[in-house]
């Protein structure tokens, strides 16, 4: 009896047997789950972020035509690496060039973006320089570019590569200038011919107003809304903006304004071996605009080590003109209106970055531009700076050992002690957003597929054609104003400025010229005004 009973006491019941199994069948199931789960989430992340073999990069849905590719970016081509965010791109390794911020290199459909911004420029520069300058400006909003070139520029080997990228339009110096000359209203006027038939940086200045005279025209024919006359070693900075865009800060510009002003802020390298400025250089001076008064004047003499002035160069900086009727230039640095003093704003962050002197080369390239002698009287009548006045003197004089020890006192900013105090206190700032987007380019490959894709030979029908449209639409002013056409005597020259005296000499203001930052001569007279 005993045993029968410890027998059945060790028999499981049907209820608690029936308990265990539904325990551990809910076990398994939970698991299951839990295992299965993520792996759905992520073969549907799969799914959606690799449909059909090739990846959805969301750049591509910004681009009206998802079918723009780099050249050798077809079908066939490695899938390309996923753009997580805006500010974050992954490079593939692979030969094949990516642009991160667009799709396709040739920008065709630049129309769409508004507003439309133009840069005009003057240069006789290689394609090391211009490419790096112009595509810098492609990726912070810039759409048009009219390329008035000679020298290196101008020749065989750069201009099929120039004329093959869309939104490029270029001149060459072999009939232009007399060209413009012939239909130009400002070389007629009084407010420029101070700077008439002088030599190097007066020609220059010439040649730029009379550029952007003709770039006005060729902006107004393209649809363009602001236009920026700017040299291939400056650098538009649109810092204070919602973001690092030329475009969105000029969108953001009241309607009611009509001429935005950059203060310019001037590069301070740190070594005397400079070969590329856009992808070494990362330390600039500020504008006077920029900075508090006592600090500027405080800072004056650490700032200026002996030089001229606070800056090597210029320091009025570069300016952006909505485009208008009677818009005209007023000099390289801004622009003027035939019937209105322009609405203008200053900026209090944006800036133009100024590559001056930033290689050592720079001391001898401009001393092999002009063929002034090298005293300190004729000097002058070839720079309007005394920087380059010096320099020159240097470059015309000295041997290259005591070029290169010149260069670094007054060019090159090895002493660290002084860069941290100035640093410090915002005479000098970094900024690297230019090094980046440089950097990203280069290795993206833009720069030689733009050059292996231009055709062997050269055609100007593009050029010509602009030409032809900018022709008509200015003839009627041409006809009905005085030109001084070239070869007519100087009494007829000395008739079209009286007539343009009495008619418009309310308005003719002297062309702003490239002017030094105020100088310690100049406290007194800013603390009186």
Excluded at 517 to 524: A, N, Q, R, V
Aim: neutral net charge; proline residues 6%.
């Amino acid at each position: 009896m005993a045993g029968g009973l410890y027998s059945s006491s060790l028999r499981p019941s049907p209820l608690a047997s029936s308990s265990s199994s539904s325990h551990t069948s809910f076990a398994s199931k939970l698991l299951l789950l839990l295992t299965l789960l993520p792996l759905t989430l992520a073969a549907f992340a799969f799914v959606l972020q690799w449909r059909g073999g090739v990846n959805d990069d969301p750049v591509s849905r910004w681009s009206p035509e998802a079918s723009h590719k780099f050249p050798g970016m077809d079908n066939t081509s490695p899938p390309l690496a996923t753009v997580a965010r805006s500010d974050c791109v992954l490079l593939p390794d692979t030969s094949s060039p990516s642009f991160p911020y667009y799709r396709d290199w040739k920008y065709s459909f630049e129309s769409d973006l508004k507003p439309k911004i133009c840069i005009t420029t003057s240069t006789s520069a290689g394609l090391e320089q211009i490419l790096p300058w112009m595509f810098y400006h492609k990726v912070i909003g810039v759409t048009t570019f009219f390329l008035f070139v000679e020298g290196k520029a101008a020749s065989p080997s750069v201009s099929k590569v120039l004329e093959s990228i869309p939104s490029f339009v270029f001149s060459s110096p072999t009939w232009s200038y007399n060209f413009y000359i012939a239909f130009s209203r400002i070389w007629n006027e009084t407010w420029l011919s101070s700077f008439f038939y002088k030599p190097c940086n007066y020609e220059l200045f010439v040649k730029q107003s009379l550029n952007m005279e003709m770039a006005i025209v060729m902006a107004r024919d393209s649809g363009v809304d602001w236009i920026i006359h700017l040299d291939t070693d400056e650098l538009m900075h649109p810092a204070g903006g919602r973001e690092y865009s030329l475009r969105q800060l000029l969108l953001d510009v009241p309607e009611n304004v009509d001429m935005v002003v950059f203060p310019n802020y001037e590069s301070s390298v740190e070594r005397d071996d400079i070969k590329e400025p856009f992808t070494e250089v990362s330390m600039f001076k500020k504008n006077y605009d920029h900075l508090p008064k006592d600090t500027y004047f405080g800072m004056y003499k650490e700032s200026t080590r002996g030089n001229p002035n606070y800056f090597l160069t210029y320091g009025n900086g570069k300016s952006a003109a909505r485009i208008q009727d009677h818009l005209r230039p007023n000099g390289a640095h801004r622009w003027h209106n035939y019937r209105k003093s322009p609405n203008e704003i200053k900026l209090e962050e944006a800036a133009v970055l100024h590559y001056t002197y930033a290689k050592f080369s720079d001391l001898t390239s401009r001393r092999d531009r002009c063929g002034c002698k090298p005293t300190k009287e004729d000097v002058k009548r070839c720079f309007m700076l005394e920087f380059d006045r010096s320099a020159f003197i240097i470059a015309s004089t000295a041997t290259e050992e005591e070029m290169l020890t010149w260069y670094r006192e007054h060019v090159v900013w090895t002493d660290k002690t002084i860069n941290n105090k100035l640093l410090k206190k915002g005479i000098l700032t970094r900024i690297y957003a230019p090094m980046a987007i440089m950097q990203g380019l280069r290795e993206s490959g833009v720069f030689r597929s733009v050059i292996e894709s231009a055709p062997t030979t050269l055609s100007r029908d593009k050029f010509l054609a602009s030409i032809e449209s900018s022709n008509s639409s200015r003839s009627s002013a041409s006809q009905s104003l005085p030109s001084r056409k070239m070869g007519r005597s100087e009494v007829s020259h000395a008739t079209n400025r009286r007539v343009l005296e009495s008619t418009d000499s309310a308005i003719h203001e002297v062309a702003v010229s490239p002017l030094p930052p105020p100088g310690m001569e100049d406290e007194l007279m800013l603390i009186e005004a």
